[in-house]
C-alpha cells in the first residue's frame, strides 16, 4: 500500500470531500477519486458512502482510517529522525488559551524527542498573528483572526463567550448589569475588548473605565470581588467553577477559533504530530459549535 494513498484516503475521510481533498494535496479530482477506489479494490470493501453532500466512512472505512492513521504518524516521525530535521517546535495561543492546554501533547512529543527545543508565545490574536508573519513562531491556535491574506487560517471550532462578574443570579439582566461597569481586560488589543466594547456601542449603554490585567486568573478573582466585569469564554467559567454568569446577546455569542501558520507554509512531521495530538484543544472547541 502506498503511503501517497493513504494520505488521500486520510484526506478525504477528514474532510469528507473528494474534491476538498484534492484541493488540500494538490491533486486532480480524478486522480483522488482513482486513489479511493484503488484502496476499496484492494480491500474488496466499500470504505466511503457517497451522498450529495459528499462522503462518509463506512464502519470498515473507520476501521482502515484508524489504522492509516497511525502508519502515517509512525512515518512522519521516521522521515523526521532519519533526515534529521530540527527537532523544534514554535507554537503560540492566545493568553486564555493558556500553555496548559497543550500540556499533554508536548508530553508526548518529549517523550518521542528527547532533545525537543519548544518556543511558546501567549498573547493578542494581533500579537500572535504578528508573531507568526514575522516568523518568530510557526503554528498557533487564536481565538477570531484579523483576516490577514498572508496568514492561512483554518476553522477548528466555536468558542461561546459568557460575562463574568460579582452578584450574578438568575434574575440579573444584561443591559442593567453590564451598564457603566468598569471592564476587565487580559489587554486593550485583546479581541475580548472589542467584541466587548461593539456589544455597548450596539445596546447604547455606558461602560467604566478599562483595567488591565494581564493574568488570566488574576482577572476572574478580580472580577469575582466585584472590581468590574468580564469577557470570558464559558470554558474558562467552568474551568474555575464559575456557575453564575452572564450569556452574551446572540450576534456576539460565539467566536471562531482557528489553526494558524504562514501562507504556503508546509508543516514539519513534528508540527503535525503536535496537530495530530493536540486534537483534544480542537475537540473542546468543537463540541461548542452551532
Not at 147 to 172: A, F, L, P, S
Not at 188 to 206: A, G, P, R
Request: contains cysteine; aromatic residues 10%.
Amino acid at each position: 500500500m502506498d503511503i501517497e494513498n493513504m494520505k488521500a484516503f486520510v484526506s478525504v475521510a477528514e474532510l469528507r470531500s473528494i474534491s476538498a481533498a484534492a484541493m488540500k494535496l494538490n491533486h486532480l479530482q480524478s486522480n483522488m477519486t482513482a486513489k479511493i477506489k484503488k484502496i476499496e479494490m484492494y480491500y474488496n470493501q466499500e470504505l466511503f458512502i457517497r451522498n450529495s453532500k459528499g462522503v462518509k466512512l463506512t464502519k470498515q472505512g473507520e476501521k482502515l482510517y484508524h489504522q492509516f492513521k497511525k502508519i502515517l504518524h509512525l512515518w512522519e516521525e521516521t522521515e523526521n529522525k532519519m533526515k534529521k530535521q530540527d527537532e523544534k517546535l514554535r507554537i503560540g495561543t492566545m493568553i486564555s488559551v493558556g500553555g496548559t492546554e497543550f500540556s499533554s501533547a508536548l508530553n508526548k512529543l518529549y517523550n518521542t524527542y528527547p532533545d525537543l527545543a519548544v518556543t511558546l508565545k501567549t498573547g493578542s490574536t494581533e500579537y500572535i498573528e504578528n508573531q507568526v508573519l514575522l516568523g518568530q513562531i510557526d503554528v498557533a491556535y487564536t481565538i477570531g483572526s484579523l483576516n490577514n491574506k498572508k496568514i492561512r487560517y483554518k476553522e477548528v471550532g466555536v468558542e461561546e463567550m459568557v460575562v463574568i462578574g460579582r452578584g450574578i443570579d438568575q434574575h440579573t439582566t444584561f443591559d442593567d448589569y453590564v451598564r457603566q461597569k468598569n471592564i476587565l481586560v487580559l489587554s486593550d488589543k485583546c479581541l475580548y475588548m472589542t467584541i466587548l466594547h461593539n456589544i455597548y456601542v450596539s445596546l447604547n449603554i455606558e461602560q467604566g473605565d478599562i483595567i488591565e490585567v494581564g493574568d488570566p486568573e488574576t482577572l476572574v478573582q478580580f472580577a469575582l470581588m466585584g472590581m468590574g466585569i468580564s469577557l470570558v469564554s464559558k470554558r474558562i467559567a467552568n474551568r474555575y467553577n464559575i456557575n453564575n454568569y452572564l450569556e452574551v446577546p446572540s450576534p456576539y455569542r460565539y467566536t471562531d477559533f482557528y489553526l494558524i501558520s504562514r501562507l504556503n507554509y508546509e508543516f514539519t512531521p513534528i508540527e503535525k504530530q503536535f496537530i495530530e495530538l493536540n486534537n483534544s484543544l480542537s475537540d473542546t472547541f468543537k463540541g461548542m459549535e452551532v
